[in-house]
């Protein structure tokens, strides 16, 4: 009999802070708590309107990084092994030249969730262009490109814990 594999979505956050997370949801308030400062999901269904999404933050804060190929969902992505977005670098060689292309993937989890968490997926995978390391230049370039980036981060690991205990909201 398999066991359902459960992930602490709240473990980098201060004890304090996340037994009132987890108190929320174990009274059942934490769907109501979410659904009360994000209404309703994006509509952001198919891949171009995300790529345009994408682009026009992109475009907003680092016009100068290098340029996007491809911004899409992947089902393939699991937020079990604690991903909610790729950023991907391949290179090629092309007749005499290397080309390099960025590709952002988002979990297919996200097509139904509110703008603001998908925003902050997608900010955090744009910073990885100037950024490889999570260190505090690439959170100082996240907060730069949405100010209530680690507000927003705090708010969808709870909802990835609401989902796995209560089930989805905006779908």
Not at 121 to 128: F, K, P, S
Not at 153 to 166: G, K, P, S
């Amino acid at each position: 009999m398999s066991q359902k594999r459960t992930v602490d979505y709240l473990s980098p956050y201060p004890a304090s802070l996340k037994s009132q997370a987890q108190a929320l949801i174990a009274a059942g308030e934490s769907g109501e708590h979410l659904l009360q400062k994000y209404p309703q999901a994006h509509s952001l269904s198919n891949e171009g309107q995300l790529y345009s999404y994408a682009m026009s933050l992109k475009n907003e804060h680092m016009r100068s990084s290098s340029p996007v190929s491809k911004v899409i969902y992947d089902d393939k992505i699991h937020v079990i092994n604690n991903a909610l977005g790729l950023h991907t670098f391949v290179s090629r060689v092309q007749g005499g030249k290397l080309k390099a292309k960025h590709e952002i993937r988002i979990s297919t989890l996200f097509r139904r969730v509110p703008e603001e968490f998908l925003r902050m997926i997608i900010v955090h995978e744009l910073a990885h262009l100037r950024e490889k390391e999570h260190n505090k230049a690439f959170y100082r370039l996240c907060e730069y490109m949405e100010p209530a980036y680690h507000q927003l981060e705090f708010d969808l690991r709870l909802y990835l814990t609401h989902r796995d205990t209560h089930g989805a909201l905006w779908d």
